[in-house]
């Protein structure tokens, strides 16, 4: 079955880093376009970046561009999330998400998120 | 930006009832509109895409419909398990994908 595990959320100050990493397993994961989307507590489901199986092309939220890079290591199964220069409206849950369809562009499977808060 | 707007914010059903949810796209989006369920604590599940496909393992009591700017979710009889918020998305016009604000499904 598909599975998809976040870690390395935590707490950080403003203006830190923080990288945080998805391991998929029970899917060849090369195959698939992958996503990471954001949930700020008590709030609604946004969007952050999404990158094509063979890591050529990705895209990202206006909030995040220029802070943020996805990245993905097909032969580890994984997907990462650098962060940078973090803010205060950055605190979230984060989940990892598959894509499908013609270019990934329906999430069929979540992961179960990892907590990111940015605080002094 | 594609702009997606839920209603209502929250819907008070009573088990057994119907529940009928609805969500507007700011410009057509074709049939590219996909549902999710979220349960406290738990990450979102598909329900329904292609506005009117259910996901794999979806109970046949959830329904989607509509195409280009209107779509409806319809609980046929709400279970217990049900009782969640729900969310619309579509993947027509991306990047960015975008969601709806959510629809928080309370017992009555």
């Known amino acids: 079955q598909v599975q998809l595990v976040e870690s390395g959320g935590g707490v950080v100050q403003p203006g830190r880093s923080l990288r945080l990493s998805c391991a998929a397993s029970?899917?060849?994961?090369?195959?698939?376009?992958m996503h990471w989307v954001r949930q700020a507590p008590g709030k609604g489901l946004e969007w952050v970046a999404v990158?094509?199986?063979?890591?050529?092309?990705?895209y990202y939220a206006d909030s995040v561009k220029g802070r943020f890079t996805i990245s993905r290591d097909n032969s580890k199964n994984t997907l990462y999330l650098q962060m940078n220069t973090l803010r205060a409206e950055d605190t979230a849950v984060y989940y990892c998400?598959?894509?499908?369809?013609?270019?990934?562009?329906?999430?069929?499977?979540w992961g179960q998120g990892t907590l990111v808060t940015v605080s002094s | 930006e594609i702009v997606m707007t839920q209603s209502p914010a929250t819907l008070s059903v009573s088990p057994g009832e119907r529940a009928t949810l609805s969500c507007r796209a700011s410009?057509?989006?074709?049939?590219?509109l996909a549902w999710y369920q979220q349960k406290p604590g738990q990450a979102p599940r598909l329900l329904i895409y292609?506005?009117?496909a259910r996901a794999t393992g979806i109970p046949a009591r959830f329904s989607g419909s509509g195409s280009g700017t209107e779509f409806t979710l319809t609980i046929s009889s709400l279970q217990s398990e049900d009782f969640a918020v729900y969310y619309c998305?579509?993947?027509?016009?991306?990047?960015?994908?975008?969601f709806g604000g959510g629809t928080k499904v309370e017992i009555k």
């Open positions: 998400a598959r894509g499908i369809a013609a270019a990934g562009e329906l999430i069929d499977y």
């Open positions: 029970g899917f060849t994961f090369s195959s698939y376009a």
């Open positions: 990158i094509s199986f063979d890591a050529i092309n990705k």
């Open positions: 410009q057509s989006v074709n049939s590219n």
């Open positions: 292609g506005a009117s």
């Open positions: 998305q579509q993947y027509n016009n991306w990047p960015p994908l975008t």
